[in-house]
């Protein structure tokens, strides 16, 4: 779990670090683009890994449909109560939001059970 914790740690590191870097150096389509949808997916993809780092202790977060589910649904959740001029994680309602979502989750599962399963022999 250690060697997991180290990765899952890193790569969080490196989403930070992105979102503090920013795209103001890019062109204007980029930056607006980095701006509106960056973070819906990157949020998912780091809660994913975070409920990774659970999973030892809290034996439901094994299986990873559960993980997925989970992210999914809060961050879902979270986008409909801006509908409702309730603000968590944004606040501007933007139903395409709902689509970053599932492709940030989507990224989650395909690093969690097939990228970080093939390039770390202590992955399982």
């Known amino acids: 779990m250690k060697n997991k914790k180290t990765i899952i740690v890193i790569t969080l590191l490196i989403i930070a670090s992105l979102f503090f870097i920013g795209a ?7 930056h607006r683009l980095f701006h509106s949808y960056f973070a819906d997916i990157a949020i998912p993809f780091g809660y994913y890994l975070l409920l990774v780092l659970l999973e ?4 439901l ?11 999914f649904t809060l961050c879902a959740l979270s986008e409909t109560l ?36 093939r390039m770390f022999d202590f992955w399982d």
């Open 24 to 30: 103001e150096w890019t062109g204007k389509t980029m």
């Open 56 to 59: 030892e202790k809290y034996k």
């Open 61 to 71: 977060f094994k299986k990873w449909f559960i993980k997925a589910g989970a992210v």
């Open 82 to 117: 801006q509908y409702f001029d309730y603000y968590a994680l944004a606040s501007v309602f933007d139903p395409m939001d709902y689509v970053l979502y599932a492709i940030g989750v989507l990224l989650a599962v395909f690093a969690d059970r097939i990228l970080f399963k």
